[in-house]
């Protein structure tokens, strides 16, 4: 494959030197071969569609495993492994308060975890590893490996000057629409998607609540795959607590709808209204767990 075009944004080369560093103390995977880089773009409020949120997922792709996972994230759980971390976490946080109350942009270096979730695709082999979280809890379930039924079609388009072509697949709830590039010959893609003649250059579901567009792509001589540990704080790290897909959704459903109570049982008051939450207008990107 010849890199034809990388976007030249600084947070793409503090991924490079964040991934690099922490690397080095973690036994490796497999070796990155490319990195791809995704503005990834999500639709919290369903229904009224004024709470878009975004992410930037990186993609890291070697010889036999692929790791996706957020850069945001990524950044803040390295800030909080080293020494003196939290503490500067916690002072950004607060600068961040302070701006929104005065109705000013938040500062340039604010730091926070965004998409916890992190896609570990043909590892173990022929099956796929994911990590995720449901507040300050951890947990870790096997899932298929290039599990899109796609069916490819005509038409045609370019995507950082590469020509990709359309394909379609209805996958766990959502029909999605990916373009993939046939001159980049890697079966892989944002998240979970995988399993095209070509890397997955854009992908989205029929309402675009959820999208992926790539925006970098980068060739890498070193750089090595790591199975992301729990950072609690310097020095401490956590366990992954094992499930299922469907049972991780439903208590992440469960989490959620039922927060008021949860948040009012924590101030042992009645302080928040929880007559409305199981109308919360958001769902998953997946969506086959009711």
């Known amino acids: 494959m010849t890199q034809k075009k990388k976007t030249p944004i ?18 490796a995977l497999d070796n990155v071969q490319y990195k791809f880089f995704y503005q990834y773009s999500w639709q919290f409020d369903t229904i009224t569609y004024n709470d878009i949120r975004e992410d930037l997922i990186i993609l890291q792709v070697g010889q036999n495993i692929s790791k996706s996972f957020s850069y945001y994230t990524f950044q803040s759980d390295s800030l909080l492994a080293t020494s003196g971390g939290e ?29 916890p979730t992190k896609v570990y695709k043909n590892y173990p082999f022929g099956k796929v590893t994911v990590t995720d979280a449901i507040s300050n809890n951890y947990y870790i379930y096997i899932d298929e490996l290039h599990p899109q039924s796609w069916e490819i079609l005509d038409s045609v388009k370019t995507i950082l000057d590469y ?16 373009w ?11 998240w979970k998607l995988s399993g095209l003649p070509g890397l997955i250059m854009e992908a989205y579901d029929a309402k675009k609540h959820y999208s992926f567009n790539i925006v970098g792509i980068e060739k890498v001589d070193y750089e090595p795959i790591v199975f992301s540990p729990v950072v609690l704080s310097y020095g401490s790290f956590g366990k992954y607590e094992e499930t299922n897909r469907i049972a991780f959704l439903r208590g992440l459903f469960r989490y959620l709808h039922n927060m008021p109570d949860i948040m009012n049982a924590q101030l042992g008051r009645d302080s928040f209204d929880s007559s409305s939450a199981s109308n919360r207008p958001h769902d998953f990107i997946e969506r086959d767990y009711r």
């Open 10 to 27: 600084l947070f793409i080369f503090m991924a490079s030197v964040f991934l690099y560093h922490q690397s080095l103390a973690q036994q």
């Open 163 to 178: 020509p990709v072509q359309m394909a379609v697949s209805y996958f766990r709830g959502r029909s999605w629409t990916a």
């Open 180 to 190: 993939f590039a046939p001159d980049i010959p890697i079966s892989d893609g944002p």
């Open 87 to 115: 503490r500067i976490l916690r002072q950004i946080a607060s600068r961040v308060a302070i701006a929104r109350l005065e109705n000013r942009e938040p500062p340039k270096e604010f730091i926070r975890r965004r998409t």
